[in-house]
């Protein structure tokens, strides 16, 4: 089942960085790029579990900080040659500059 | 736009090769292509011909282009047909059988054949060569010569060029007596100098073969087939087969019969076309560009890239310059490199040379003016790629001249890349091998930036870099392409860092996301942004518009992140010195904090490890010190031993320079970490001598000051800047040089990259002789930085962004 969830206000994250919220007992690392999309993926890297919402972010390009391994935060597809992809969830701005994820069971 | 024709008179490695190029641009939608071999072959590797001819390798297994290659590239192939004519009037080309085709552009690749030094008895009455007479230069012949020589006991070969001595190894593995006969003084006079070709003579002599120099054979003995050769100086060697591997000769004939300027070759200009007709081009041996004819195969994969870019459109200012000649080689198992000239030539020309006859080993460099114009390496070639590339590039070569021909002070290369099993591990943070970096070239990444994304090899510590690039350059062959975002500040702005640093000041580009915009086309790059924040800080200082997220996560909360995701807090303390009421706070937050692990540092600090991100603001408060900067591309600490104060061997006070040090340097970004030391005395406790900067005290006053040294993944001594004569002076240079190195290092260039890239002489001459006149500049530069430098642990009691601190939000909708 697919429920929205507002997680909150885009303010609490800085342009350019993510921040992990803890949603439903489940840890979701949203980002807020500098084009002001915002987009929701796993909160660990696969490789060795570092924490994507630390990393550096270009465009719509995360790197996990522990170990540099790239993703696309669209698709969750790995890049520069990394064969795991991460999953992500559908997030969306309203109006109010609220933050809303699809989260499926 | 209907397609044009494009026809290729010539299949062999210039021709395909030059097809290949042209298919890689999308030629193949812009031409149709035909190709006339005069050969029965797909396209074959020449270079392998020898080990047909000794049974290593089977006629098939030396195929590059097998004939499917052709049909599934839609190129129209003719086998067998020699072309005989031009006619460049009405554009089509004839072969002998009458095979005609029109063109719209022509490229004439017909190579070369095997040169036959003029001989009394060489051909028989039918103008054929005699029985027992063979070139050395086709398929054919290596199968012709492969059926003669079972009847024969006793074979000479003329030419002691690398194909001359592969065919007489040949013969000699099939149970002949073999014989060299040579014009010159020496074997391979074109690679080699009288000493490498003394050692090598003796190493072919080791192995049975009969070698005999300044010979010029006047006459082949024998009625209806080989009886032996005659010499000029009246000597005569019984044979009954003759193989001539005397050098080339191209095949120009046909430029003539077309009316085209031929000289030694068919002349072509830089877009590799005939210098009379805009619609016909020439590449390999048959071509001839600036007056020189190349007849190996490396300038021959250069003028088909050039020609292929021109031809296609894909780049029409394309233009081949010129070949740099470095050829890198196993001649009878014996492995070799030579490159340019093998004799010096000038007066200023510096010769630097190692020889181990016993051992074979034999090494000869040529330098000029600091640049490798030509060099010799036998039986140890383990530093071949480094030099070939050095050659090519023209690239200033290190000061320690014996570094150029051994490997000093990393751990040796002991087995060449040859040698090295496919499954050895290069990479070993990311677990790369060997066979792994092989395979990837194979798949068509031919720089090693492409190899390092892909495979992620060097990606990890770093120091297997060189390695992972020298490794590409070998399984390419030394055809390494250049990649020129290496020279790149960062990947997506095309300037070098001094051009950057012009057109950020000029257009007053002060935030990262200021030039993105404004430089890259609005392209963020995430590894770019600590780059463009570190250079940014050195450029405005205080007038920086800090944007957190273009800083690594360390950077953004002033520890260092560790493999759980927790952090490190290491506070400042200078020359490994506290007082007892700042050691007792340390051991209480411990405490308090439950902080997991208390350990010292390699830098003579405490180090509290394991430690929640929601905590570091508390525990800086507590600590009441300052940052210890032990998480950034920054200066981070200066290490001292205990100097004149207690030490009876002190002749300086390393501690209280030490300190001054830390005062005036702490808190400045730069291109990557910077370590320091002082120490008392010239035994060097505190190991400054392989600090970015180290200090030494040698009495009087005296202070010597070392720069890029290293003790970490490289292990490199420090170089002496200059001597001092007071703690003042060491402040002034050091941050002089700082100063120097933030403003010209790449991004994560440490120190003792940067000073080994230009030299210890200049730096030293910009640092403290001031050939540029840039030093009160730098000064300036660096007071202003230490102006804005400030302590970030001060963010305890502000934070600079929204929930900085927080590892986990609450979601409120939940």
Redesign the interface.
Known sequence: MTTG?????V???????G??????GR?IAVFHT?AGEVFATQAECPH????LA??????T???C????R?YDLRTGQGL??EPTSITVYPASLDDAG?IWLSITD | MSKEKLVVVGNGMAGARAVEEIIARGGGDRFDIVMFGDERYGNYNRILLSNVLNGSQNADEILINPLDWYAENGVKLHLGEFVSDIDRASKIVQSKNGVREHYDRLLIATGSRAFIPPMAGAYAADGKLKTGVFGYRTLDDCSDILDYVKKCKKVATIGGGLLGLEAARAMMVLGAQSHIVHLAGHLLEMQLDIAGGGLLRKAIEDMGIHVHVKKSTTEVLGGDSVEGLVFKDGEKLDCDMVIVAAGIKPNAELGVRAGLRVERAIVVDDHMRSVDDPNVYVVGECAQHRGRVYGLVAPLWDQAKVLADHITGKNASAAYHGSKLATKLKVMGIELASMGINEPAEDRDEVVQFSEPKKGTYKKLIVRDGRLVGGILMGDISKAAYLMQAFDRDSPLPEERLSLLFDLGTPSQKITFDEMPAEAQVCNCNGVTKGAIGACVAQGKRSAPAVM????AG??CGSCKQTVGELVAWFCGGEIEDDPSIHYYVPGIPLRKPDLIKVIKEQGLKSV?AVFTALAGG????????ALASLLITIWNKDYED????R??ND?VHAN?Q???TFSVVPEMPGGVCTPDELRRIADVAVKYNVPLVKLTGGQRIDLVGVAKEELPNIWRDLGMPAGHAWGKSYRTCKSCIGNEFCRFGLGDSMGLALKIERRFRGIDSPGKLKLATAGCPRNCSEALIKDVGAVAIGDGKWEIYIGGAGGSHVRKGDLLCIVDSEDDVLLYTGRFIQFYRENAKFKERTYTFVERLGIERVRAVVVDDSDGLAVQLDTAMQESIAAAYDPWREAIAPK???QF?????????
Not at chain 2, 547 to 550: I, K, V
Not at chain 2, 806 to 814: E, L, P
């Open positions: 969830v507002m997680v909150g206000d303010t609490q994250i800085p342009p350019g960085e921040r992990v919220f803890l949603v439903a840890q500098h060795l579990r570092g924490p630390d990393g550096l972010t270009g465009g390009t995360v790197i900080p522990l170990h540099d790239a520069k040659g609220k | 994304d892909a495979t992620r990606k990890g996301s392209e963020e790059d995430a590894m770019s942004k600590p944007e957190r997220d273009a690594f996560i953004r992140i493999k759980d995701g962004t929204a929930n927080n590892s986990i939000v609450d979601a409120k909708g939940t």
